[in-house]
């Protein structure tokens, strides 16, 4: 396909733009449904980009809902439509997804197919001793089942983001957000240690095959104590405990003792950072420091009681960290410092927001013939980053009001959705180019592509052995294959649905 849109549509009021590869004519026709040509508008050569010729032309002036194709000389792209909520389903997709990664209790026939008895029930066994403890709940993490607390965190605080920009209270229910964001921390809270410390994770000691949850039966391993998941843990407790104090004030009450318990463990505790111990070979999430752990943990404590000694460390450290970017990533949570840190006091809440500002600005200056800020080469997870980029961008919209960051984060949405150089629609079962063969357990053992997961996307490098068997050769933006084998490309992952879901509630907010 030659002329890429979001295959899920616009709304009326979008600025709507297509990326088109060779294009052959100099105009761009809209047809309507009943075969018309309703707006003709110019076609402009943008950019060279992972081999292609690109061109863009801007159909804004369309506005009337229905549904479209766009065509340039014999080139028809895929149908979308103009309608106000085109987003609406796939946002409730991409948050039930997280419903049926829960980990523990039975899924019933409301997951379908996926539908599942209770698994990973058995107390796990502590790394290194005879000890077991019960970790039992929270959500698989990815594709495979492990369980771990540094990527848990950047997904509920994603989630918690979200439920700020939902306010107007459009779909997915607020209820339904806090519902799912609290069977993650009630499974987070049984992994902290009496200390205050935090296991970093609860695994099998290797990936099992492409089965079902509850046959995943090998024994459960609680990794050690790190400081990223103590400070993760830390900071997204006492930020979850702000939202819940409404609606369960004990629960909330919980959840702060449980985030001062581990910042107390991490003032008396240098850098305990995660590798994976020789015979356990499940996700790493290592780190090279925990400085920015620290930093969002000082922030969330600070947010959330009125004690001096949280804001001084947090001042301290906002002086001393990097702030030449800040991304939402699972390793580098600087972004999480710099969104939370806006509701500082006084100077510390000013250096936050010119901290997302200059982070927006450095994004903006490198929107790609995609729509995209992005580097050439794309990392592991690159649909993660795309979304990361649009809740920067929005964050930065709505504290000038400046349209221009609204644009670009919309931007971000219509690549994951279709404007890419392989023209998939990347969250599975919408659009009409779509992911068939994601690397998750539940849909290669019912083959059958479970809907609503965001996925990874394509990465350089060629990380497995699908990806070294297509891939060769291919530029950056095109080195996805939809096979269930390229897990550094088409894995699915809680934390690459979360960014996206934030996003579209921020987008989609009435
Ligand atoms: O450390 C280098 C960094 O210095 C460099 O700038 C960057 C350039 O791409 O590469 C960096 O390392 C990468 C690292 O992610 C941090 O971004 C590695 O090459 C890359 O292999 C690594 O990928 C991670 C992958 O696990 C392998 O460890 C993904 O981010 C991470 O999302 C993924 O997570 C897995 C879990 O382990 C298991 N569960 C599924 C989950 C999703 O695939
Ligand atoms: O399923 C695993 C996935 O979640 C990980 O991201 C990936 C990289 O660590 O590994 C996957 O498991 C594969 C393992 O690494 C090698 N043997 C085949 C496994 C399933 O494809
Ligand atoms: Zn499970």
């Not at 103009?82 to 987003?87: F, G, K, L, Q, R």
């Not at 609406?88 to 899924?107: S, V």
């Not at 994004?363 to 997870?381: A, C, D, Q, V």
Request: proline share 5%.
């Amino acid at each position: 396909m030659n002329i890429q849109i979001n295959q899920l549509g616009y709304t009326p009021s979008m600025r709507k733009t297509a990326a088109l590869r060779d294009a052959a004519a100099a105009l761009l026709e809209v047809i309507n449904a009943a075969g018309e040509t309703v707006l003709s508008v110019p076609v402009k050569k943008t950019c060279e980009l992972w081999g292609d010729s690109l061109s863009e032309a801007d159909f804004s002036a369309l506005t009337v809902p229905g549904v479209y194709t766009l065509r340039c000389g014999d080139e028809v792209s895929y149908p979308f439509a103009v309608s106000d909520a085109p987003y609406a389903a796939c946002l409730t997709a991409l948050l039930d997804t997280l419903y049926l990664q829960r980990c523990g209790g039975a899924l019933g026939a409301e997951a379908g197919a996926y539908a599942h008895p209770a698994c990973h029930m058995t107390p796990a066994r502590i790394y290194g001793t005879q000890e077991r403890i019960d970790v039992s709940g929270g959500w698989h993490d990815a594709g495979d089942y492990g369980r771990y607390i540094v990527p848990a965190a950047k997904t509920v605080a994603d989630l918690l983001i979200a439920r700020r920009w939902n306010e107007s209270g459009i779909t997915p229910g607020l209820t339904q957000l806090m519902d799912e964001a609290r069977w993650e921390l009630e499974w987070m809270l049984k992994m902290q240690r009496e200390d205050g410390g935090v296991y970093h994770k609860v695994t099998t000691a290797l990936f099992c095959g492409m089965i079902m949850p509850e046959e995943d039966t090998d024994e459960l391993i609680v990794c050690p104590v790190s400081t990223t998941a103590t400070g993760d843990f830390a900071a997204c407790m006492a930020m979850a405990s702000r939202y819940y104090k409404e609606i369960d004030a004990a629960f909330a009450g919980r959840m702060l003792e449980a985030a001062v318990r581990a910042w107390d463990f991490l003032a008396e505790n240098g850098p305990m950072l995660f590798r994976n111990p020789a015979d356990i070979r499940t996700g790493e999430y290592d780190d090279v420091t925990d400085e920015d752990e620290r930093l969002w943990a000082h922030i969330e404590l600070a947010l959330t009681t009125d004690e001096a000694r949280y804001l001084a460390a947090a001042k301290e450290a906002l002086a001393a960290i990097d702030r030449s970017a800040a991304p939402l990533g699972w390793a580098d949570v600087r972004g999480y410092c710099a969104i939370e840190g806006l509701d500082l006091p006084g100077e510390a809440g000013e250096i936050c927001r010119e901290w997302i500002i200059a982070e927006a600005d450095r994004l903006m200056s490198r929107i790609n013939g995609y729509g995209i800020t992005m580097t050439e080469t794309l990392p592991w997870g690159s649909n993660m980053d795309v979304s990361n980029h649009g809740i920067i961008l929005y964050q930065a919209l709505l504290l000038t009001g400046n349209e221009a960051y609204r644009i670009a984060a919309e931007k971000q949405l219509h690549y994951l959705l279709g404007v890419n150089p392989v023209s998939y629609c990347y969250v599975t079962g919408f659009g009409t180019q779509q992911v068939l063969h994601p690397h998750h357990r539940p849909s290669v053992a019912q083959s059958a592509a479970q809907p609503g997961m965001l996925s990874g996307g394509p990465a350089s490098g060629m990380m497995d052995p699908a990806a070294q068997k297509y891939l060769q050769g291919q530029p950056a933006g095109k080195s996805f294959v939809d096979d269930h084998d390229s897990y550094s490309t088409n894995e699915i992952c809680i934390y690459w649905n979360s960014p996206l879901i934030a996003l579209l509630c921020g987008l989609t907010k009435a």
